[in-house]
């Protein structure tokens, strides 16, 4: 079947970088996040580890504008699909909209409740997000990890329905996030 969008169906052009710009810094921190994870305690760790604190910083700040983006600019329509294709569509989106949040804020809280503040780029000294706390540390620690995971698991989700729409159904559903100007 041939692409059957047009561009005025296209996601806006804000949307679409804010989208691909997203996934990169998600699947780098992620990535960052479990090679650190093993490492013997070193001052590359310690590097390693603010340099993946930022990123889940500017990963927060940008899904702040994200979400603020999507509440106020109304997003191609659906595709036809069965109701509980769709219903899964909206799930995984709204479980990541959530994800996107709930992960850097509970690093975050780990952070602090570990007693390791952020330096944003070690200049910019952001607040503890909660007071030191051993055993809130303890919690927190594996749940930013189970909620990456998570996360992790909802993008491949993600991919492959994408794919699936590209690849089986042929329904030019890519196009409506492809970067760059679509025939």
Request: net charge positive; glycine share 6%; hydrophobic share 55%.
């Amino acid at each position: 079947m041939a692409d059957t969008f047009k561009t005025s169906e296209r996601y806006t052009s804000v949307a679409i970088t804010l989208h691909w710009l997203l996934a990169l810094l998600m699947v780098g921190t992620f990535v960052l996040g479990v090679y650190m994870h093993e490492l013997p305690m070193s001052l590359a760790k310690l590097k390693l580890f603010n340099w993946h604190k930022w990123a889940g910083v500017v990963i927060l700040g940008l899904s702040v504008l994200r979400l603020l983006w999507r509440v106020t600019h109304r997003p191609p329509a659906d595709l036809p699909a069965p109701p509980l294709q769709q219903l899964a569509a909206h799930a995984v989106h709204g479980a990541l909209y959530a994800l996107f949040f709930a992960v850097p804020l509970v690093g975050w809280a780990y952070s602090s409740a570990a007693g390791y503040p952020i330096v944003l780029f070690g200049v910019l000294p952001l607040p503890d997000f909660v007071a030191v706390d051993k055993a809130l540390s303890d919690n927190l620690k594996p749940l930013h990890g189970w909620l990456a995971w998570s996360m992790a698991v909802l993008v491949a989700l993600h991919v492959a329905a994408a794919l699936k729409h590209h690849v089986i159904d042929g329904d030019g559903l890519l196009n409506r996030m492809r970067p760059g100007r679509v025939a």
